[in-house]
């Protein structure tokens, strides 16, 4: 008898599922060839079905390593952008119900309707997706306010927060203290020739305001221009200062202005579309039948039109913020004068200099973004370059500069009388984003600016559109920790290919395991 042997792992395998001879099964008996040839068929049905799966798995890691490194890659790129951002990157992260509003529907008495807190929407204003405001204001066919005869959809600033005094105007009492206000707005649809208010700064019993930011038919060619319209005594004449020369309906116009405790009227405006830039400064009249000392003012911005007709004037408000400036007496102005008889010999006693108190800075949970404004700085800077830093509500006075998230002091300086001072960022600081972050020097904060730390050679000028002027980077909104920056951006990379190799040599394996099967 010629025995004839037979893989025990294939069959038993099979056998274990299937018995060769099944009695009671009514199938004639199956011979041992036949029970190899099924053996056979299984153990390839088997090595199809893993090599299918090493397949699978190996697509798996040569594509989504890819996929992860360009995503990867993407996201590093997001983080150095202004969350938030808009038009012309500007931002928008205001508490609007802090803010009530105008509109040309009618009240009770036939006035313009009121409207407080802002959490609503209405054919006037209706919230947009980066969270500022699309305001809309017929020239005619509505209601406008007491003593006015032309129409407005306008926020006016109110105490804000919960209880019966929440939709009450907040004030600010002229030369006891100051207020400084910073808006991003765009003036997108008005009727040729059309003048449009787009930022006030108003006396609560006067009807003729201190400050007008007008966007006006333009001279010289251009379509429009933007311009302060001045009244440097209570009810007196009018001083018009141009502030942007040439200005396209739809351009974001980056606006701070307002008045210090001392009567100091400063406005700022950067057309964030073209980099061009204007200041205007002004004094109040603080004594005499003009003086507006103990007037209660207040804020207020959006568009107003000064001219009736046909058609509709919008814009859009990308945000609005203010911050409240310090009581306290105004500082005397230095004198030059020569003392009346010079002492003839030391004094018996040293006088000591006064001292500061020591630096303090803020804590970062201070630096919100409704204390956020009233800094100018340039959008982005160089680690060891100067720039110049505006405090346009400090005007001659000293304060104290830091740069965060880790405070590192700037030092202490004195505002010229513009407002300026030039600073320079450390040379070790980090990359990513950083405040500018400006305290007078009994430790109240005066106000803070985003700025953006990058490379010399990232290819990005660091310097703002006018040779290191000033451009309130506050437009920031609501940001996060500071972005991984540098190498770290090529880390995704680096992965990613390497996963990639991986991934082929998994395919590489799997096909030299087939062959050799099929062999």
Not at 194 to 222: A, C, D, F
Not at 237 to 242: K, M, P, S
Not at 245 to 255: F, H, M, P, S
């Amino acid at each position: 008898m010629k025995v004839r042997w037979v893989s025990v792992d294939s069959i038993d395998s099979f056998a274990a599922r299937r018995p060769v001879f099944d009695r009671r099964s009514q199938d004639p008996p199956r011979t041992l060839n036949d029970v190899r040839s099924e053996a056979r068929h299984l153990r390839s049905r088997r090595w199809a079905t893993a090599a299918t799966g090493k397949r699978a798995l190996a697509l798996g890691l040569v594509v989504l390593p890819v996929l992860f490194a360009a995503l990867s890659h993407v996201g590093v790129d997001n983080a150095k952008s202004v969350p938030g951002s808009g038009q012309n990157g500007t931002a928008a992260a205001s508490d609007w119900t802090k803010w009530g509003i105008n509109t040309p529907e009618a009240d009770a008495k036939g006035n313009s309707l009121w409207t407080c807190p802002l959490n609503t929407e209405s054919q006037y204003y209706t919230f947009t997706e980066v969270g500022g405001i699309e305001l809309t204001a017929p020239r005619s066919g509505g209601a406008t306010t007491p003593n006015s005869s032309t129409l407005r959809t306008e926020l006016r600033e109110v105490e804000g927060g919960q209880g019966e005094n929440a939709c009450e105007l907040r004030d600010y009492s002229a030369f006891t203290e100051g207020v400084y206000a910073h808006a991003q707005i765009a003036l997108d649809i008005t009727p040729v020739g059309n003048k449009v208010t787009i930022g006030q700064i108003h006396q609560k019993e006067n009807t003729k305001p201190m400050l007008k930011i007008m966007v006006k038919p333009g001279t010289s060619g251009s379509a429009w221009r933007v311009e302060a319209e001045i009244r440097p005594s209570s009810g007196g004449t009018i001083e018009h200062q141009g502030l942007i020369a040439l200005y396209e309906l739809g351009q974001t116009l980056d606006l701070s202005w307002g008045v210090s405790r001392d009567g100091a009227l400063s406005v700022l405006a950067t057309n964030l579309a073209t980099g061009e830039q204007g200041r205007v400064d002004a004094r109040l009249e603080d004594s005499g039948e003009g003086s507006y000392r103990g007037e209660r003012l207040f804020i207020k911005s959006g568009v107003y039109n000064n001219e009736t007709g046909d058609g509709t004037s919008t814009a859009t408000l990308y945000s609005l913020s203010t911050i409240r400036l310090p009581a306290g007496e105004p500082t005397e102005e230095p004198s030059n004068a020569p003392s009346e008889q010079p002492t003839p010999g030391p004094t018996e006693r040293a006088t000591d200099e006064p001292t500061e108190p020591a630096p303090t800075p803020m804590g970062e949970s201070e630096l919100t973004d409704d204390r956020r404004g009233g800094v100018n700085v340039p959008v982005s800077a160089n680690p060891g370059q100067r720039i110049v830093v505006a405090v346009p509500g400090q005007v001659g006075s000293k304060a104290r500069f830091w740069l965060h998230s880790t405070p590192v002091s700037l030092g202490s300086f004195a505002l010229n009388q513009s407002g300026q001072v030039t600073l320079t960022i450390p040379q070790d600081a980090a990359l990513g984003e950083h405040k500018i972050v400006v305290q007078a020097l009994d430790g109240a904060l005066v106000g803070w600016a985003w700025i953006r730390l990058e490379a010399p050679n990232s290819g990005q000028t660091a310097a703002s559109p006018a040779a290191g002027a000033p451009v309130d980077s506050s437009a920031a909104t609501a940001k996060g920790p500071l972005p991984v920056t540098g190498g770290g951006d090529w880390l995704p990379l680096f992965v990613g290919l390497a996963m990639t190799l991986v991934g082929l040599g998994v395919v590489a394996a799997s096909s030299t395991r087939r062959r050799a099967a099929r062999h």
